[in-house]
């Protein structure tokens, strides 16, 4: 994540955050949480951040699926899905390109030294 006048970014594009970003020393981090990420069957909506990328690999846990996306910049990014039949619709498979939307009330973005 790089700052530019008081505005956090991410490969180019502004993140919108509805919390406020602490100020501090160093770079700073976007903090996901992976159950609060959502798998879109298309393009991701322009009200939500868009952290897209190819799926890694699919790992089935009991009553969830961790889906790992590779990030073109941000790495890879875990996406935990329900493994109910609305989890599982439209899961994608490994290799596949999804969307993935972190809305603005979920989207956390911290210093790395607070102040």
Do not use: C, F, W
């Amino acid at each position: 994540v790089t700052m530019a006048n008081d505005t956090a970014q991410l490969n180019g594009r502004v993140l919108k955050s509805n919390l406020p970003i602490a100020t501090g020393r160093g770079g700073h981090r976007l903090v996901i949480r992976p159950e609060l990420l959502e798998v879109t069957p298309g393009a991701v909506p322009e009200t939500a951040n868009d952290l897209s990328g190819k799926v890694h690999d699919i790992i089935y846990q009991g009553d969830s699926v961790l889906v790992i996306v590779q990030h073109d910049s941000a790495g890879q990014i875990n996406v935990r899905v329900p493994a109910n039949r609305a989890g599982q619709t439209g899961l994608p498979s490994k290799g596949e390109r999804i969307g993935l939307a972190l809305h603005p009330e979920d989207t956390i973005i911290v210093p790395e030294h607070v102040v």
